[in-house]
């Protein structure tokens, strides 16, 4: 019979393994991004993927700190995200689609 500890810890197997594959998908978007708000929104996106192993680690170890750090860590990438669109927006360069419809 599986135990619940081979569940959770095989789930647990399988979470960071999908969340090392979004790691590196979306660290290809921050590379090859076509415009700055993609690049901004991947960024993003690795603040949550950073959330999402940090959650995983705290099941896998038991230790509730971690989410105590992961929750600050959604705070500041929030933050995070709020300045990046105020500086794109401020630039008023939103990407190629922005400069079509101006011409």
Do not use: Q
């Not at 901004?40 to 995983?56: K, R």
């Not at 105590?68 to 689609?97: C, Q």
Request: one cysteine or more; proline letters at 4%; glycine letters at 8%.
């Amino acid at each position: 019979m599986i135990t619940p500890a081979a569940i959770v810890s095989t789930a647990a197997f399988a979470a960071l393994g999908i969340l090392c594959v979004a790691l590196l998908i979306t660290v290809w978007r921050v590379v090859v991004g076509p415009s700055l708000p993609d690049r901004i929104l991947a960024l993003d996106m690795l603040t949550g993927i950073a959330i999402g192993f940090i959650a995983v680690v705290a099941v896998r170890t038991g230790f509730s700190l971690y989410i105590d750090i992961a929750i600050a860590l959604g705070l500041v990438g929030f933050l995070a995200t709020v300045a990046f669109a105020r500086f794109v927006l401020s630039r008023g360069d939103a990407g190629p689609e922005t400069r079509k419809r101006s011409e």
